[in-house]
């Protein structure tokens, strides 16, 4: 149990310190420095060593998964923040009702062909019969999820949504 309890607090804490404390693209030499403290520790003799172990390679481990996520989910994603097209999507889930219209979760396939999960709102006449798996096209503006009622934040990140989505002009349903 306490090996787990290694590895996880050592994740954890990689993940804290890469997202909060180190400045985007230094990932890299933080997980060559994990990396280079492990392969010390193969040396070491004794009950510091499996614990060095663990802990080093678990945080290699988190610095490069963070750094990879970000660059293959993140960064592709970026270049459609503030940009408004015609646009298809699959519906995720039963749209929610809002003050203004509704809300949806969908996804589409970016430029290297990844589906990116968006949240779109729909403000004018949009089918109400919406439901998981449908195809629509509509143009939308998009806009980069790091923002909630005006203010940074990481919660749409943490649902796994990169985008948010805002309808633009008419829905076409596509397949149901």
């Known amino acids: 149990m306490r090996k787990l309890a290694y590895i996880s607090l050592s994740f954890s804490a990689a993940v804290f310190i890469y997202s909060y404390l180190v400045p985007s693209g230094y990932a890299w030499v933080l997980s060559a420095f994990c ?77 290297i062909g990844l589906g990116v999960k968006t949240r779109l709102y729909l403000f004018e006449n949009y089918p109400e019969n919406l439901e998981p798996g449908d195809k629509i096209e509509l143009p939308v503006s998009f806009s980069y999820a790091d923002e909630l009622y005006g203010e940074k934040s990481d919660i749409y990140f943490a649902k796994g949504t990169v985008l948010t989505a805002y309808q633009d002009g008419e829905i076409q349903i596509v397949e149901n």
């Not at 802990?55 to 503030?82: K, P, Q, T, W």
């Open 35 to 111: 990396a280079a403290v492990f392969l010390c520790g193969l040396f070491l003799k004794g009950p510091a060593r499996l614990r060095i172990l663990l802990i080093s390679g678990a945080m290699a481990v988190s610095f490069l998964y963070c750094e990879g996520y970000d660059r293959i989910f993140i960064s592709h994603n970026i270049i459609y923040d503030e940009t408004e097209t015609t646009q298809t999507f699959t519906v995720l889930d039963y749209p929610e009702e809002t003050d203004y219209g509704a809300r949806v979760e969908v996804k589409f396939k970016n430029d």
